[in-house]
């Protein structure tokens, strides 16, 4: 929890983990099995989290992580984590695919988070990501992973996460 390790950390090692932090909190502050306190620790590591990466602030960005850290370990990850494992095996990064997974899946859920949550992609400028393998069998694949999706907001069907994989590789995502 040191900021003087962060400033002599690759920049592109702090965009995949930041994003993965605020992935991690705004996905839980959604999840069905939180609560008023995962909630409130949820969205305070959001607020910060967003102040250290628009202020380039570190000491922000590493109290921000240890909250969304204690928010989403007493709930779980959501829709946003389910999407991104199949761009993972295919060799992208964690947080380069939540940038990309998560923003569609605030979108199908109406997250509170979705306006601010596309600004700071915006910001942190991700190269647009790609799924080689046929999406019938990605979403297949989604679909087993029970953890995330049994505690998303919303009900997710195999043909809703094809649409979200399209929506991604045809670079809709910010539609
Ligand atoms: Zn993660």
């Known amino acids: 929890m040191d900021p003087f390790f962060l400033e002599n950390t ?25 609560n008023m306190y995962t909630k409130f620790i949820c969205e305070k590591a959001f607020d910060i989290l967003e102040n250290g ?4 602030n570190y000491e922000l960005i590493s109290y921000g992580s240890l909250l969304s850290g204690i928010g989403f370990g007493n709930c779980s990850t959501t829709l946003g984590h389910a999407l991104s494992y199949v761009f993972s095996n295919e060799g992208i990064s964690h947080g380069h695919a939540l940038a990309f997974t998560t923003t569609v899946a605030h979108q199908f ?6 306006d ?4 700071i992609i915006k910001k942190l400028n991700f190269k647009k990501i790609t799924l080689s393998q046929d999406l019938t069998q990605a979403s297949e694949l989604i ?19 094809v ?10 995502t910010f539609d």
């Open 10 to 34: 690759s920049e592109n090692v702090i965009k995949n983990s930041v994003i993965d932090a605020l992935a991690q909190c705004s996905e839980a502050y959604d999840s069905k099995i939180g």
């Open 53 to 56: 990466v628009m202020n380039n």
């Open 109 to 114: 859920n109406n997250s509170i988070f979705y």
């Open 116 to 119: 601010r949550f596309v600004r």
């Open 143 to 161: 679909m087993t992973d029970r953890k995330h999706l049994d505690n998303n907001p919303k009900d997710v069907t195999g043909k809703d996460i």
């Open 163 to 172: 649409n979200l994989l399209k929506k991604i590789i045809e670079n809709n």
